[in-house]
């Protein structure tokens, strides 16, 4: 059974610094692996999705990694700000599975001016 | 394009009541998966519907239960409420395939009293 794993859970930081997000997986078997951000009480946005054949995507300041032999993705965010305050997710499909993905419990991550 | 749209966005319900919640995909997607997200629990997988059938279903008692219509606007019913289900309902929405990602509604937060 795929195991989505999230770390930090928590983390805060001054503006301006540069993050890496880790998502770990347990089988590196995997079809593609998606990052959204979640804000406070609201529906999960997508961010970037990763198929199992590419090693990155990048959106504006947002660069997403893809290590399938490690089972690892990080999300990186440059040049952090306030309004980058929210939970950040990653979702994990599994090739020739259920089609359904496996979720990790999230980084909450709080941008202090 | 307009994205998943999921209504209500708030309800409140009594315990042993019924509800119906209701979510529209993108137009062209032909699956719909339902979300229950608990901050203890996080996002925990409900079932999926593609082409009007279940194709996928989660570890949920038989109250949870959905359809899906030939317009691939999908319905989640609950029945017999517990204090336990109050909880932020998200559906997502996507073509159904393995290279696909999703795309999430705003969700309905559902408070049982």
């Known amino acids: 059974k795929q195991e989505v794993t999230q770390i930090p859970a928590a983390l805060s930081v001054p503006e301006g610094e540069n993050l890496v997000l880790n998502c770990s997986f347990t089988?590196?078997?995997?079809?593609?692996l998606q990052w959204f951000r979640q804000d406070p009480g609201k529906g999960l946005t997508s961010l970037l999705l990763?198929?199992?054949?590419?090693r990155e995507q990048t959106s504006g300041r947002l660069n997403a990694s893809l290590d399938k032999s490690s089972g690892r993705s990080t999300l990186y965010i440059a040049a952090s700000q306030p309004g980058d305050s929210a939970t950040y997710l990653c979702?994990?499909?599994?090739?020739?599975?259920?089609?359904?993905?496996?979720f990790g419990r999230g980084t909450s991550l709080i941008v202090h001016p | 394009k307009a994205g998943v749209t999921q209504t209500p966005r708030y309800l409140i319900k009594t315990r042993g009541q019924q509800v119906t919640l209701s979510c529209s995909p993108i137009?062209?997607?032909?699956?719909v998966s339902w979300y229950q997200q608990t901050p203890g629990q996080g996002l925990q997988f409900l079932f999926e519907?593609?082409?009007?059938?279940?194709?996928n279903k989660g570890n949920f008692p038989g109250r949870f239960s959905g359809r899906q219509f030939s317009n691939s606007r999908s319905e989640m019913n609950v029945s017999t409420l517990e204090l336990g289900d109050s909880a932020l309902y998200l559906c997502?929405?996507?073509?159904?395939?393995?290279?696909?990602?999703?795309?999430f509604g705003s969700g309905t937060r559902l408070t049982v009293v």
């Open positions: 997502a929405s996507s073509f159904g395939t393995l290279g696909d990602g999703y795309t």
């Open positions: 089988d590196s078997a995997i079809y593609n």
């Open positions: 990763i198929q199992s054949s590419q």
């Open positions: 979702a994990v499909r599994l090739a020739g599975g259920s089609y359904i993905p496996t």
């Open positions: 137009s062209g997607h032909r699956s």
């Open positions: 519907y593609f082409s009007e059938t279940q194709r």
